[in-house]
């Protein structure tokens, strides 16, 4: 083999490895991507079936009940205008209470609750995640539009 195909060969089995490394790549990306929606997106949308994505808002005042296992437990999150309800199984944030900002990451169940895999509560009373104050502050604007 002359040295112009040995180069060739070189070039050509370099190219299909780094394809190769780049779909994995993405493809381990892609699974590991959760879009965030607020409660009227989800409402609207009714969520994206099969798919984790995020949810965030305040934990609705009067809506956090915990079941007896001392695990398990349910609430609302609002951006308020509207609400989704949340079902989490798990150690609750020591900051997650009723009133507080809240992102749940999980999926949304065929009964129309979202059934979360992780929940993050806010670190301080100054502090929410930017999404979820946007959220609110989009659906207070709308809200006060409808009223008008």
């Not at 199984?89 to 129309?112: H, M, N, S, W, Y």
Request: net charge positive.
């Amino acid at each position: 083999m002359k040295k112009r195909h040995k180069r060739i060969v070189f070039i050509a089995v370099s190219l299909a490895a780094l394809g190769l490394g780049v779909t994995l790549v993405l493809r381990a990306l892609n699974s590991n991507i959760a879009f965030f929606l607020s409660p009227s997106e989800v409402v609207a949308k009714q969520g994206v079936p099969d798919k984790t994505f995020r949810v965030g808002g305040l934990v609705e005042a009067g809506s956090l009940k915990q079941e007896p296992d001392g695990l398990t437990i349910h609430f609302a999150i609002t951006d308020t205008v509207n609400r989704v309800p949340v079902t989490y199984k798990g150690i609750r944030p020591t900051l997650f209470k009723e009133g507080g900002g809240c992102v749940a990451q999980g999926r949304i169940g065929p009964d129309g609750v979202f059934h979360a895999d992780l929940i993050m509560a806010k670190h301080d009373e100054n502090y929410m995640p930017p999404e979820a104050g946007q959220a609110i502050d989009k659906a207070k604007a709308t809200k006060s539009l409808v009223e008008k």
